[in-house]
């Protein structure tokens, strides 16, 4: 079993910034997927980023959200998963989730094995 606990949600002005935080138990973190999902209350989870996993065939790969595209980014340092938030929009509010799959490519569905306890984040106009 693998904990996964998120830090650096907030609130933010439109066209400000946020960088989230998913410090993983692991020392293996290289060996996982990790993705980003964010929830709306009445819509349905979406998946936000991932990254495949770095140590094998899969060598990091990154995939987004078409509309976070060019203002978001996914990367992995050490036991730790980030989420670098840039030109937040108030369509972006929502609270943000990370998750891991051992050995695994960038997946976009919410099957994921292990889960953060999310965090807030609100961007206003």
């Known amino acids: 079993q693998v904990q996964l606990v998120q830090s650096g949600g907030g609130s933010v002005q439109s066209g400000g910034s946020l960088k989230l935080s998913c410090a993983a138990s692991?020392?293996?973190?290289?060996?996982?997927?990790v993705g980003w999902f964010r929830h709306v209350p009445g819509k349905e989870r979406e998946w936000v980023a991932c990254?495949?996993?770095?140590?094998?065939?899969?060598?990091?790969h990154t995939k987004y959200v078409d509309s976070v595209k060019g203002r978001f980014t996914i990367s992995r340092v050490g036991n730790t998963a980030y989420l670098q938030m840039d030109n937040l929009k108030p369509d972006d509010t929502a609270i943000y989730y990370c998750?891991?799959?051992?050995?695994?490519?960038?997946?976009?569905?919410?099957?994921?094995?292990?889960w953060g306890q999310g965090t807030q984040v609100t961007v206003s106009s």
């Open positions: 998750s891991a799959q051992y050995w695994a490519p960038c997946m976009t569905s919410a099957t994921y094995d292990y």
């Open positions: 990254i495949s996993n770095k140590d094998g065939t899969y060598d990091g």
């Open positions: 692991t020392t293996v973190f290289d060996r996982y997927a």
